[in-house]
């Protein structure tokens, strides 16, 4: 939390940019009228990515940002499904030549952050810093930039289309988070650390957004030991067990009926000290 607090200045400047630049002119009365919102914040997303990951904005991002999708896609398929991700399935192939594209176009900034970390030059504190300080090999980096990006970027992207797309089917309220935002940021653009602890039910919106779509269906872990559950099933030691976080937020005994309503209340009053709650 920290960090993104640090982050907020260049998370501000990145948005507004790509408003002017990729909405505005779509605007009603100003251009066609259209916005294609996932379009706008995978593009957003990349951009972010990049800045904080590496600090460096590519020229091309639009194109990085569709093969940065379409690789997400092509994983989360074959985890879901169970399908393996073999080199001679096509798009595998493609998929493995784009992240190579990817490596060759770090290499320059790679270089140029491990020669100024030789010369004691001072560098900007982000994670491309912190693997070079650890001395970290070149594949350990591809690794780390390549995994950051894939997690971070269509789960971003998705969550926020996600939230804007029950706000525009709930207007009343989607006027109750206008009127906070009035509230808390009256006519600025830039917002503080001190803004975000205000914008409580903007943290609501975005909870009950990601609960009602999971942007992450589930997550698999290994049981380290036997462990008995209260309903009398033993899991052995060293089984992999699928958590389905989708069905978990739709649990009508935990957060009631009617269960698909958009309804950010349900998150009132609820800390990260609330493990039944997440979501």
């Not at 991002?61 to 896609?73: D, F, K």
């Not at 739709?250 to 990260?272: L, N, Y």
Request: proline share 6%.
């Amino acid at each position: 939390q920290k960090k993104i607090e640090q982050h907020l200045p260049v998370l501000v400047e990145q948005t507004l940019k790509a408003i002017n630049t990729e909405m505005e002119p779509h605007v009603p009365g100003q251009g066609q009228g259209v916005v294609d919102l996932e379009h706008f914040f995978s593009i957003l997303a990349f951009k972010m990515f990049c800045r904080f990951a590496i600090n460096h904005e590519f020229p091309d991002s639009e194109v990085w940002s569709e093969l940065t999708s379409r690789g997400s896609n092509i994983i989360g398929e074959s985890i879901v499904l169970g399908i393996p991700v073999t080199t001679w399935i096509p798009r595998v192939k493609k998929l493995l030549e784009d992240t190579e594209k990817f490596h060759r176009c770090c290499d320059p900034l790679i270089d140029a952050r491990i020669l100024a970390h030789s010369k004691g030059e001072e560098m900007v504190d982000d994670p491309l810093t912190v693997m070079v300080q650890e001395k970290m090999t070149r594949k350990q980096m591809y690794s780390h930039l390549v995994t950051m990006l894939a997690a971070g970027h269509d789960t971003t992207a998705f969550c926020t289309c996600y939230t804007l797309f029950l706000l525009a089917k709930n207007p009343k309220i989607q006027a109750k988070l206008k009127a906070e935002i009035k509230r808390v940021l009256g006519t600025r653009t830039d917002i503080t650390p001190e803004d975000i602890a205000q914008l409580t039910y903007a943290k609501n919106c975005f909870q009950e957004s990601l609960r009602i779509y999971s942007v992450v269906p589930h997550v698999t872990r290994v049981c380290i030991r036997d462990t008995k559950l209260s309903c009398g099933v033993t899991v052995p030691a060293n089984t992999e067990v699928l958590v389905p976080i989708c069905l978990l937020n739709r649990d009508t005994d935990e957060w009631g009926e009617p269960i698909d309503a958009f309804d950010p209340d349900r998150f009132e009053g609820i800390t990260r000290e609330s493990p039944s709650k997440g979501y």
